[in-house]
C-alpha cells in the first residue's frame, strides 16, 4: 500500500502486509536515518502492535510525526481489508 503523509517530512510511505505483519516499509522523504531505522525495527511486527506503539506520536510542535502517519495508514488499511 502507498499512503500520501500530510504534515510531516516524508511525503509518503510504503508498505506490505503479510499474514497480518508489517514488511517492506519505506519512507519517501523525511529523515532517512531514523526512516530506515524505524523500518527495520517494525519489520514482521503484528500491525495492530505497530498501531499501538506509534499513535499520536508528535514531532516537535507538529500534531503529528512520521511514526503516527504509518499508524493512521495502517488503520486505513484495516480498513479497507
Not at 511525503?11 to 517492506?24: A, G, P, Q
Not at 522523504?29 to 499513535?55: F, T
Amino acid at each position: 500500500m502507498d499512503y500520501k503523509t500530510q504534515g510531516v517530512c516524508s511525503r509518503s510511505i510504503h508498505f506490505e502486509v503479510v499474514d497480518n505483519k508489517l514488511t517492506n516499509v519505506s519512507f519517501l522523504g523525511g529523515c532517512s536515518g531514523n526512516a530506515r531505522g524505524l523500518s527495520s525495527l517494525l519489520e514482521g511486527m503484528d500491525i495492530d502492535q505497530v498501531i499501538e506503539r506509534l499513535d499520536g506520536i508528535k514531532c516537535g510542535p507538529r500534531p503529528t510525526s512520521c511514526p503516527d502517519q504509518l499508524a493512521r495508514a495502517l488503520k486505513q488499511y484495516k480498513e479497507t481489508m
